[in-house]
C-alpha cells in the first residue's frame, strides 16, 4: 500500500480567496488522482497528475480554477482558485500501489469550506 | 469515459441479516472492480477487488461476484454487524498505474441491532 499526507486537514476561507491543499505520498508513486466529495455523495475524479508534465481534467475541472502541480514522484498540491461556496467539499489525493500497482488509497482528505 | 451505476442509494437490514449492492458498468475494457467503505468522517477505505479472471471472491463476511458479459458486479455482506454500517462505494478500471478509477454513486448502509 502506500500512505499518503494531506494538509491542510481543513480549511475555512472567503469567497474569492484561493487556497493550497498538499499531498506527500511516502514511496514513489507514478500518477496521483484527485477527487472531489460533496456531503454524502459519490467520489468525483477532478484530475490525473504525472510528475513532470501537466495535469489532465475531467471534464467540469479546468486548470484555471484547480491547477495542480506534480514536481516529483511523491508530492502534488491542488489550489482551489478564487473559491466560491459551491466549492465547499472534501477534496482527497490518491494513488495506485499494490503489487501490480491496481489498487488506489486516499489520503484523509482536506475539508474545505466557503464561507 | 467509464460510467458505474450503483442500487440501493440507501440499504436498511437487521443485524444478523444479509445485504447485497449491486454495481454496473459501461466499459468493457474495465478489468478491475474494487469496493471501498467509507466511514463518517473517514477517507474511503479500501475492503475487496475482484479482477475480471474471477468471477468470486470472499473475504470473510464479504463476498463478490462479477459477471463480466452482464457487465454487473455486486457486493454481498454475510451476518452484518452495526459496525457495517457505512457508505459503501463501487468502481471500475482498466488494470494499470495510470487508469482512473470511476465511482459508483454509493449505498448508504444502515444495519440496525
Known amino acids: 500500500s502506500v500512505l499518503l499526507y494531506q494538509k491542510p486537514n481543513r480549511d475555512i476561507c472567503q469567497s474569492g480567496t484561493s487556497l493550497k491543499i498538499q499531498c506527500v505520498a511516502d514511496?514513489?508513486?507514478?500518477?496521483m488522482f484527485w477527487y472531489q466529495q460533496f456531503q454524502e455523495q459519490s467520489l468525483m475524479l477532478m484530475a490525473t497528475?504525472?510528475?513532470?508534465?501537466?495535469?489532465?481534467?475531467e471534464s467540469g475541472f479546468t486548470k484555471d480554477k484547480f491547477p495542480i502541480s506534480r514536481p516529483n514522484l511523491t508530492f502534488s498540491t491542488l489550489t482551489v482558485n478564487n473559491a466560491r461556496p459551491g466549492d465547499s467539499s472534501i477534496y482527497f489525493c490518491?494513488?495506485?500501489?499494490?503489487?501490480?500497482?491496481?489498487?488506489?488509497?486516499f489520503g484523509h482528505g482536506t475539508k474545505l469550506s466557503v464561507l | 469515459g467509464e460510467q458505474v451505476e450503483q442500487l440501493p442509494s440507501i440499504l436498511r437490514v437487521q443485524e444478523g441479516s444479509s445485504a447485497s449492492i449491486n454495481c454496473s458498468y459501461e466499459?468493457?475494457?474495465?478489468?478491475?472492480f474494487p469496493w471501498y467503505k467509507q466511514e463518517p468522517g473517514e477517507n474511503p477505505k479500501l475492503i475487496i477487488d475482484?479482477?475480471?479472471?474471477?468471477e468470486r471472491k470472499q473475504i470473510q463476511e464479504l463476498i463478490v461476484l462479477l459477471d463480466k458479459k452482464a457487465k454487473r458486479f455486486s457486493l454481498h455482506i454475510t451476518d452484518t454487524q452495526p459496525g457495517d454500517s457505512a457508505m459503501y462505494f463501487c468502481?471500475?478500471?482498466?488494470?494499470?498505474?495510470?487508469?482512473?478509477?470511476?465511482f459508483g454513486g454509493g449505498t448508504r448502509l444502515t444495519v440496525r441491532p
Open positions: 514511496s514513489q508513486v507514478v500518477s
Open positions: 468502481a471500475a478500471s482498466a488494470y494499470n498505474a495510470g487508469a482512473k478509477l470511476t
Open positions: 490518491s494513488s495506485r500501489a499494490g503489487t501490480n500497482n491496481e489498487r488506489l488509497f
Open positions: 497528475a504525472n510528475e513532470g508534465s501537466e495535469a489532465t481534467y
Open positions: 475482484i479482477r475480471s479472471n474471477m
Open positions: 466499459d468493457s475494457a474495465s478489468n478491475y
